[in-house]
């Protein structure tokens, strides 16, 4: 009982400790702090890859694609009924984007889609800016411009269709998840506050031949300001040009560039920037054909297998694609034997070097580039663990010379030196606990403002702003407190401060009663 009574005496009495308190505060909301916006960097980057790719990757990693593509969708699902749920092609390919009217010009990485498979396996349906505030009305098929107009008393309004998706939008709409970024003041353009369009100030109308869709990396033909505001520069329906080179399987270019007349339908936003700044999005079935990777009559008057870049496969709910990898990378061995001898040199090229990756495997390199940031964070902030060790033993040191007679004192009485070891031993215990709870309310107070403390820090001096949507991958300082990290800062906080007053502690039990007294 007098140990406890002596420890809570020492620390309500001692005002030196509150430089040990004030350590393990700052270390431990230091602690919190950085781990949760690694974290919660991490945890972006995962969620956009797995988002943008799916559960499970298949191509060859060329321009030219692989053949049998749709041949071995069927055949994986009829192999794998339960675990299969949606598996869609893709083609990559590269090209130039031109908007005629302005000139804008700028290269860009084609990614062939169909449209409603692609949005089933992915998240790229929640990335589209249109289509959220006016709901099926994106598509890639031929496609008129909308033009807004202005009714009896001069309110700008758009078509029809239009006006009833913006309609079902906000009757549907969570605020929780409206981005305030995307909405400014409603003018004849933007009736709604959300888009830009064309306006004649006459009667809204759908206007122009109709043209394939295109939606457009948002980085690829706008720039946003401080605010993470975008400048949207093109009208929604805008005409642009598409230049394409097609390939044949050998990866020779086929023919001269094509032009490809488009209109501008959508802009999406991954909020991966390196996707966002090159991609443009197109129909696959349309853009096979330009590519050259349709089936084709060949001179012997045959026809060539239609080719894809990729598959995407995502499986049905609750099956771990770590470990149905193995098995699809079997079933496409079992579908490869199935067409024994009946394939061409060609296309045997092309088909022998497909390969079945997750989405992490192929993320993995920048995921683990991450991961050992985090270890060299782990080892730094334990190296300042040992100066708060350090600096805990001094302060504790100083109160035991301090106390040099009472410890005589209370081992006269009776208190053994293992008690009197014990009492610094729990005063360090609850300078760690103390501080420890101190730390996590500022670091998890400082997590959740960490973006408004920023922009609070940024309106006093702009050169401290950390964090600009100008230049990082995600608009807002990414953070996410885990409770195992809470309990383990905790824990550390705790341990590192009863490590500290050990060596104290061992002093204050060796101390001689007898020559303590006769000394003071």
Same mark, same amino acid.
């Given at each position: 009982?007098?140990?406890?009574?002596?420890?809570?005496?020492?620390?309500?009495?001692?005002?030196?400790?509150?430089?040990?308190?004030?350590?393990?505060?700052? +270390?431990?909301?230091?602690?919190?702090?950085?781990?949760?916006?690694?974290?919660?960097?991490?945890?972006?980057?995962?969620?956009?890859?797995?988002?943008?790719?799916?559960?499970?990757?298949?191509?060859?990693?060329?321009?030219?694609?692989?053949?049998?593509?749709?041949?071995?969708?069927?055949?994986?699902?009829?192999?794998?009924?339960?675990?299969?749920?949606?598996?869609?092609?893709?083609?990559?390919?590269?090209?130039?984007?031109?908007?005629?009217?302005?000139? /804008?010009?700028?290269?860009?990485?084609?990614?062939?889609?169909?449209?409603?498979?692609? +949005?089933?396996?992915?998240?790229?349906?929640?990335?589209?800016?249109?289509?959220?505030?006016?709901?099926?009305?994106?598509?890639?098929?031929?496609?008129?411009?909308?033009? !807004?107009?202005?009714?009896?008393?001069?309110?700008?309004?758009?078509?029809?269709?239009?006006?009833?998706?913006?309609?079902?939008?906000? @009757?549907?709409?969570?605020?929780?998840?409206?981005?305030?970024?995307? /909405?400014?003041?409603?003018?004849?353009?933007?009736?709604?506050?959300?888009?830009?369009?064309?306006?004649?100030?006459?009667?809204?109308?759908?206007?122009?031949?109709?043209?394939?869709?295109?939606?457009?990396?948002?980085?690829?033909?706008?720039?946003?300001?401080?605010?993470?505001?975008?400048?949207? #520069?093109?009208?929604? #329906?805008?005409?642009?040009?598409?230049?394409?080179?097609?390939?044949?399987?050998?990866?020779?270019?086929?023919?001269?560039?094509?032009?490809?007349?488009?209109?501008?339908?959508?802009?999406?936003?991954?909020?991966?920037?390196? &996707?966002? @700044?090159? +991609?443009?999005?197109?129909?696959? @079935?349309?853009?096979?054909?330009?590519?050259?990777?349709?089936?084709?009559?060949?001179?012997?008057?045959?026809?060539?297998?239609?080719?894809?870049?990729?598959?995407?496969?995502?499986?049905?709910?609750?099956?771990?694609?770590?470990?149905?990898?193995?098995?699809?990378?079997?079933?496409?061995?079992?579908?490869?034997?199935?067409?024994?001898?009946?394939?061409?040199? &060609?296309? !045997?090229?092309?088909?022998?070097?497909?390969?079945?990756?997750?989405?992490?495997?192929?993320?993995?390199?920048?995921?683990?580039?991450?991961?050992?940031?985090?270890?060299?964070?782990?080892?730094?902030?334990?190296?300042?663990?040992?100066?708060?060790?350090?600096?805990?033993?001094?302060?504790?040191?100083?109160?035991?010379?301090?106390?040099?007679?009472?410890?005589?004192?209370?081992?006269?009485?009776?208190?053994?030196?293992?008690?009197?070891?014990?009492?610094?031993?729990?005063?360090?215990?609850?300078?760690?606990?103390?501080?420890? &709870?101190? #730390?996590?309310?500022?670091?998890?107070?400082?997590?959740?403002?960490?973006?408004?403390?920023?922009?609070?820090?940024?309106?006093?001096?702009?050169?401290?702003?950390?964090?600009?949507?100008?230049?990082?991958?995600?608009?807002? &300082?990414?953070?996410?407190?885990?409770?195992?990290?809470?309990?383990?800062?905790? +824990?550390?906080?705790?341990?590192?401060?009863?490590?500290?007053?050990?060596?104290? !502690?061992?002093?204050?039990?060796?101390?001689?009663?007898?020559?303590?007294?006769?000394?003071?």
């Amino acid at each position: 009982m007098y140990k406890l009574f002596l420890t809570f005496r020492y620390l309500i009495s001692k005002w030196v400790a509150v430089f040990s308190v004030l350590s393990v505060w700052l +270390c431990v909301a230091m602690v919190l702090i950085v781990f949760s916006v690694m974290d919660g960097f991490l945890d972006n980057i995962k969620q956009h890859s797995r988002g943008l790719l799916g559960d499970i990757i298949i191509d060859n990693k060329t321009l030219q694609g692989f053949p049998y593509y749709d041949e071995f969708s069927v055949y994986l699902k009829e192999q794998m009924p339960g675990e299969i749920d949606v598996v869609t092609p893709v083609i990559y390919s590269y090209g130039i984007m031109r908007e005629p009217r302005t000139k /804008f010009t700028q290269p860009v990485r084609i990614v062939a889609i169909d449209f409603d498979a692609y +949005c089933e396996v992915n998240d790229f349906y929640d990335s589209l800016y249109y289509e959220r505030y006016y709901p099926n009305t994106t598509s890639l098929g031929p496609v008129q411009i909308p033009v !807004a107009g202005v009714d009896s008393k001069g309110k700008p309004f758009l078509p029809q269709e239009l006006e009833e998706a913006h309609q079902k939008y906000l @009757k549907n709409r969570d605020e929780s998840k409206v981005d305030k970024t995307d /909405f400014d003041e409603t003018n004849y353009n933007s009736p709604h506050g959300v888009g830009y369009f064309f306006n004649e100030y006459g009667t809204p109308a759908m206007e122009g031949d109709p043209l394939p869709g295109i939606v457009i990396g948002t980085d690829v033909a706008y720039s946003r300001n401080k605010e993470g505001q975008y400048d949207r #520069g093109l009208q929604r #329906g805008t005409k642009i040009i598409l230049t394409i080179l097609p390939l044949t399987s050998g990866g020779n270019i086929a023919e001269n560039p094509i032009p490809v007349a488009m209109r501008n339908v959508d802009d999406s936003r991954t909020k991966v920037y390196e &996707i966002d @700044k090159v +991609c443009v999005y197109v129909d696959f @079935k349309l853009f096979q054909e330009y590519l050259s990777m349709g089936s084709l009559e060949l001179v012997d008057g045959t026809y060539s297998k239609p080719r894809a870049s990729q598959l995407l496969v995502s499986l049905t709910k609750g099956q771990d694609y770590n470990a149905l990898q193995p098995k699809i990378e079997e079933v496409w061995a079992e579908f490869l034997g199935t067409l024994a001898g009946n394939v061409t040199p &060609i296309d !045997a090229r092309l088909l022998e070097t497909v390969g079945v990756d997750t989405w992490e495997t192929r993320q993995q390199a920048f995921i683990q580039a991450v991961e050992k940031e985090k270890v060299l964070v782990t080892i730094l902030f334990a190296i300042i663990s040992i100066v708060a060790i350090v600096l805990i033993g001094v302060v504790f040191y100083m109160i035991v010379l301090q106390k040099t007679r009472d410890i005589g004192i209370i081992k006269s009485l009776g208190a053994t030196s293992a008690g009197v070891a014990m009492i610094f031993i729990m005063y360090g215990a609850i300078i760690g606990v103390i501080g420890g &709870i101190l #730390g996590i309310l500022t670091g998890t107070t400082v997590v959740a403002n960490i973006n408004e403390l920023q922009s609070w820090l940024a309106s006093l001096n702009p050169k401290m702003q950390v964090w600009s949507p100008e230049v990082y991958t995600f608009d807002r &300082i990414p953070s996410v407190v885990k409770p195992m990290v809470i309990f383990a800062v905790f +824990c550390m906080a705790v341990l590192t401060s009863t490590l500290g007053a050990l060596v104290p !502690a061992l002093k204050a039990a060796w101390v001689w009663p007898v020559k303590t007294l006769r000394y003071e």
